[in-house]
């Protein structure tokens, strides 16, 4: 049977490289290509950007990227194993592949980059989750990628969408929808997978805002919002009593009421808190001893 690039069908590619899948480092393989140039479609015209894969484990969704038109994909492995099978890949696409052996989480590879750069990745769902907060934290925005197009465990796809009232609604979804354009592009069941994991999947593409939806300071939102959301169930005025002075004060200012609890508070309430938090701070430390 033909494959989108006329080289071997993954399955052959897995028993040739012996690529067993390896549970403690979450290998739960997409072999179907059509279903990875489908997740690569969703990535955006590929064309004209550098892709940043981590986790590429035997290179099915590298092969995706590839044949959907990404002018260069520099891949990210931290199983040595897998390396010769995306050596193959590299070889039938010259100038196209560059392989990089390594933890994700201890590498910066932006400097191999040449924008504008799209983020793509089927990883296990706890060290994806770490990146994702990386990638939407640094210092300076805008980041160095335009977009995200990311696996995730459909619950935790959720919460990076979920909106205020909602059960999956928090600091994930304030962060998320502050700096991007967050939506759910496909849903996966575990049959996809092999070998199948125990729970649903879900595709999220990430579009970067060139400036935050609402002016708010990253670390005084940071700290706000998990203050508001370690004591979900409580009222404001309780949950935010480490902010110091009079918070109820604070809320009403900026329209909130004090007897509300965290998730009933909107993107827009919660970085106006912030840059009422931040005001405050300010006054405070300009203000004679
Ligand atoms: N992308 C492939 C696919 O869709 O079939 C493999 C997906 S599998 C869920 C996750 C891959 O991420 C594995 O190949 C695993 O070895 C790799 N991986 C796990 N942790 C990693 C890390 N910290 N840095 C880089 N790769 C990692």
Same mark, same amino acid.
């Given at each position: 049977?033909?494959?989108?690039?006329?080289?071997?069908?993954?399955?052959?590619?897995?028993?040739?490289?012996?690529?067993?899948?390896?549970?403690?480092?979450?290998?739960?393989?997409?072999?179907?290509?059509?279903?990875?140039?489908?997740?690569?479609?969703?990535?955006?015209?590929?064309?004209?950007?550098?892709?940043?894969?981590?986790?590429?484990?035997? *290179?099915?969704?590298?092969?995706?990227?590839?044949?959907?038109?990404?002018?260069?994909?520099?891949?990210?492995?931290?199983?040595?194993?897998?390396?010769?099978?995306?050596?193959?890949?590299?070889?039938?696409?010259?100038?196209?592949?560059?392989?990089?052996? *390594?933890?994700?989480?201890?590498?910066?590879? +932006?400097?191999?980059? +040449?924008?504008?750069?799209?983020?793509?990745?089927?990883?296990?769902?706890?060290?994806?989750?770490?990146?994702?907060?990386?990638?939407?934290?640094?210092?300076?925005?805008?980041?160095?990628?335009?977009?995200? +197009?990311?696996?995730?465990?459909?619950?935790?796809?959720?919460?990076?969408?979920?909106?205020?009232?909602?059960?999956?609604?928090?600091?994930?979804?304030?962060?998320?929808?502050?700096? +991007?354009?967050?939506?759910?592009?496909?849903?996966?069941?575990?049959?996809?997978?092999?070998?199948?994991?125990?729970?649903?999947?879900?595709?999220?593409?990430?579009?970067?805002?060139?400036?935050?939806?609402?002016?708010?300071?990253?670390?005084?939102?940071?700290?706000?919002?998990?203050?508001?959301?370690?004591?979900?169930?409580?009222?404001?005025?309780?949950?935010?009593?480490?902010?110091?002075?009079?918070?109820?004060?604070?809320?009403?200012?900026?329209?909130?009421?004090?007897?509300?609890?965290?998730?009933?508070?909107?993107?827009?309430?919660?970085?106006?808190?912030?840059?009422?938090?931040?005001?405050?701070?300010?006054?405070?430390?300009?203000?004679?001893?």
């Amino acid at each position: 049977m033909g494959t989108i690039d006329g080289l071997p069908p993954l399955r052959e590619v897995i028993r040739a490289h012996d690529l067993v899948a390896k549970k403690q480092l979450g290998q739960n393989f997409l072999l179907d290509l059509n279903l990875t140039a489908k997740i690569a479609r969703m990535a955006g015209d590929l064309s004209a950007c550098d892709v940043l894969e981590v986790g590429p484990g035997p *290179g099915g969704l590298t092969r995706g990227l590839l044949a959907e038109g990404a002018r260069r994909v520099l891949v990210v492995e931290k199983d040595p194993r897998c390396v010769p099978a995306l050596e193959e890949i590299a070889a039938a696409h010259p100038g196209r592949v560059e392989i990089v052996l *390594g933890d994700a989480l201890d590498l910066d590879l +932006t400097g191999r980059l +040449t924008g504008p750069i799209r983020i793509v990745a089927n990883l296990p769902y706890n060290v994806g989750t770490e990146l994702l907060i990386r990638w939407l934290s640094p210092k300076v925005w805008p980041p160095f990628w335009t977009s995200l +197009t990311l696996m995730f465990q459909k619950e935790v796809a959720e919460r990076i969408v979920a909106k205020p009232k909602g059960e999956h609604y928090g600091r994930l979804a304030l962060l998320s929808q502050w700096r +991007t354009d967050a939506k759910i592009v496909m849903h996966l069941p575990p049959e996809a997978f092999t070998p199948a994991p125990k729970v649903h999947s879900a595709v999220v593409h990430l579009t970067r805002l060139e400036v935050p939806r609402f002016d708010a300071e990253a670390g005084v939102l940071s700290r706000v919002t998990a203050m508001a959301f370690n004591q979900r169930r409580k009222m404001l005025r309780s949950s935010l009593k480490g902010l110091g002075g009079d918070v109820e004060a604070l809320l009403t200012d900026v329209g909130i009421a004090p007897t509300a609890r965290a998730e009933e508070i909107g993107l827009e309430g919660f970085c106006a808190l912030a840059r009422a938090v931040a005001r405050r701070d300010q006054e405070r430390a300009a203000a004679p001893a």
